[in-house]
């Protein structure tokens, strides 16, 4: 019953609270890239998926994108996660305007971590990420959260009050559901789905626009990115897996993770 009334009181702190963003610097999106690093990956996997933001960040499409909007530039900080406190700023909050300005972000973008972590917690980098952009020195027309991932949420709090939450802020939410295996998304088999980007769709992405793009095979990744990063700033109408308008009787079950979970547990 505490950890219950914790997550309340949490959401509605981040669902109410007065913004406080400061408007040094007015541009299109202020984005983060909230990237899945989790073990169910193995690190080639891992490094495939950050070589994927490094090229589609210095490709012409996204830099014409970026140059296209009222401001023509945004502000990018990229992220990364597994389960819950996992959390960790890779690249923090920098303005990206050109070629140079967008090749610097991707070059901060450095290997992979080799070990990989445990969990995967959908809930907390919504969470940890949406206080990002508080007094951040931008201030966006758009706020995105993009998330990518290959299973689940399945740790931490529940997906739906979290993705509520940070939608409430005025906050979209898109996804980069990664299934490379048959059967799910990642490596360890207990807590693979085989419809993830349904999931992504019915319990992760929201708010206006709000779109999934999944990623079927490693050959994809950049292409997959690329399109997604200029439908998120250039705030381009999506052709793909849009998020629903509201629950629907036979959707998926946002809490499929944590039950698997406590299925393998109990073995």
């Known amino acids: 019953m505490a950890t219950v009334l914790r997550l309340f009181a949490l959401l509605l702190a981040l669902a109410f609270a007065p913004s406080a963003r400061s408007a040094e610097e007015a541009v299109d999106v ?24 490094r090229d589609a960040l210095r490709h012409p499409d996204v830099i014409g994108a970026i140059q296209s909007g009222l401001h023509g530039r945004i502000a990018l900080s990229y992220v990364e996660w597994s389960g819950p406190g996992s959390e960790s700023v890779v690249v923090p909050w920098r303005l990206v305007v050109d070629e140079a ?24 980098v919504l969470i940890f990420a949406a206080a990002l952009f508080e007094n951040n020195g931008f201030a966006g027309e758009r706020l995105v959260i993009d ?15 979290a993705r509520d939450a940070v939608i409430a802020r005025g906050i979209v939410i898109n996804g980069l559901p990664i299934v490379l295996r048959p059967g799910g998304g990642g ?10 980007d349904l999931y992504y769709r019915d319990c992760v992405v929201g708010g206006p ?14 292409t997959a990115i ?18 629903a308008a509201k629950s629907v009787a036979g959707g998926s079950d946002c809490l499929i993770g944590e039950k698997m979970r406590q299925n393998w547990m109990g073995r």
């Open 209 to 222: 626009g709000a779109f999934a793009i999944p990623v079927t095979s490693t050959d994809e990744f950049e």
């Open 147 to 161: 998330v990518s991932g290959d299973g689940p949420n399945n740790s931490g709090y529940p997906v739906e009050p």
């Open 101 to 124: 300005s967008a090749a610097g972000f991707a070059a901060s973008i450095g290997p992979a971590d080799p070990g990989g972590r445990f969990g995967t917690s959908i809930s907390s």
């Open 226 to 243: 690329r399109r997604k990063l200029i439908q998120e700033i250039a705030a381009a109408q999506p052709r793909l897996m849009f998020a």
């Open 187 to 196: 490596g360890f088999r207990g807590f693979d789905i085989a419809d993830l």
């Open 30 to 53: 202020e984005l983060v890239l909230a990237v899945d690093v989790s073990r169910s990956m193995d690190v080639g996997e891992r490094e495939l998926q950050r070589q994927g933001y």
